[in-house]
């Protein structure tokens, strides 16, 4: 070899055009605001689950999962608790916040005594 190292034309536009396709989800005005893609009817009700388990209204949780759910946040939180794409996709919000909590719980409860401290 002579050291000139060319890399084809076509590879190099294949890696442009990859680059420049990469979808970047847009921003979704849902997950600004309460409900936070929760039906208006259920918003109370989940307010008022996780109230009782927290003792305060813990709305950053509906807003979190909203935002993995439609605003490309990073879902890697919810990967170790065992969700899917599909199933972080296919779930309503209000459902998948209470498999979270379930999964949270679950998690918990699989912990060694002297690390739940």
Same mark, same amino acid.
């Given at each position: 070899?002579?050291?000139?190292?060319?890399?084809?034309?076509?590879?190099?536009?294949?890696?442009?055009?990859?680059?420049?396709?990469?979808?970047?989800?847009?921003?979704?005005?849902?997950?600004?605001?309460?409900?936070?893609?929760?039906?208006?009817?259920?918003?109370?009700?989940?307010?008022? $689950?996780?109230? &009782?388990?927290?003792? %305060?209204? +813990?709305?950053? #949780?509906?807003? /979190?999962?909203?935002?993995? *759910?439609?605003?490309?946040?990073?879902?890697?939180?919810?990967?170790?608790?065992?969700?899917?794409?599909?199933?972080?996709?296919?779930?309503?919000?209000?459902? $998948?916040?209470? &498999?979270?909590?379930? %999964?949270? +719980?679950?998690? #918990?409860?699989? /912990?060694?005594?002297?690390? *739940?401290?």
């Amino acid at each position: 070899m002579n050291g000139n190292c060319r890399i084809p034309i076509g590879c190099f536009v294949l890696v442009v055009l990859n680059v420049l396709c990469v979808r970047v989800p847009a921003h979704d005005a849902r997950c600004d605001a309460p409900p936070y893609s929760v039906p208006q009817d259920k918003y109370p009700v989940l307010v008022r $689950l996780l109230t &009782n388990l927290f003792g %305060a209204p +813990k709305t950053e #949780l509906i807003s /979190q999962v909203c935002k993995m *759910k439609f605003d490309g946040a990073d879902r890697t939180a919810l990967y170790k608790l065992g969700f899917t794409d599909e199933q972080i996709d296919m779930t309503d919000t209000e459902t $998948l916040v209470v &498999n979270t909590l379930k %999964a949270l +719980k679950k998690a #918990l409860e699989q /912990q060694p005594p002297e690390s *739940k401290r």
